[in-house]
């Protein structure tokens, strides 16, 4: 079993930065991702990152703007949010899950735990 609990969400204005936390709790040698929802559409992948922090990958609508990172001797991720857009508003979510390629990770359903979400919101 795996607990998470996100924090850091809130609100921001556009081009500003926001920094959202993952604390894991429980059996921890896990790939871990961001996943977000909007009012109205799907839940979609955000951003990746393997167990041993060897690699990331990311949604090409937050590539070069968001970094994924993770801290094991703390159990947390961590998603870096820069140049936030209005479309960026979403509820954030943290996920684990375990695959031998991230790419195989980057859809909900592949996801073993889930967060409660964090709400951000980018105004313009």
């Known amino acids: 079993q795996v607990q998470l609990v996100e924090s850091g969400g809130g609100s921001v204005q556009a081009g500003g930065s926001l920094r959202l936390s993952c604390a894991a709790s429980?059996?921890?040698?896990?790939?871990m991702g961001w996943f977000r929802q909007a009012p109205g559409k799907e839940r979609e992948f955000v951003a990746l990152?393997?167990?041993?922090?060897?690699?990331?990958y990311y949604a090409d609508s937050v590539k070069g703007r968001f970094t994924i990172s993770r801290d094991n001797a703390k159990n947390t991720v961590y998603l870096q949010m820069n140049s936030v857009k209005p479309e960026d508003t979403a509820v954030y979510y943290c996920?684990?899950?375990?695959?031998?390629?991230?790419?195989?990770?980057?859809?909900?359903?592949?996801?073993?735990?889930w967060g409660q979400g964090t709400q951000v919101t980018v105004s313009s």
């Open positions: 429980g059996r921890t040698f896990y790939d």
């Open positions: 996920a684990a899950g375990r695959s031998r390629s991230l790419m195989n990770l980057a859809t909900p359903r592949a996801m073993d735990y």
């Open positions: 990152i393997k167990w041993s922090a060897s690699s990331t």
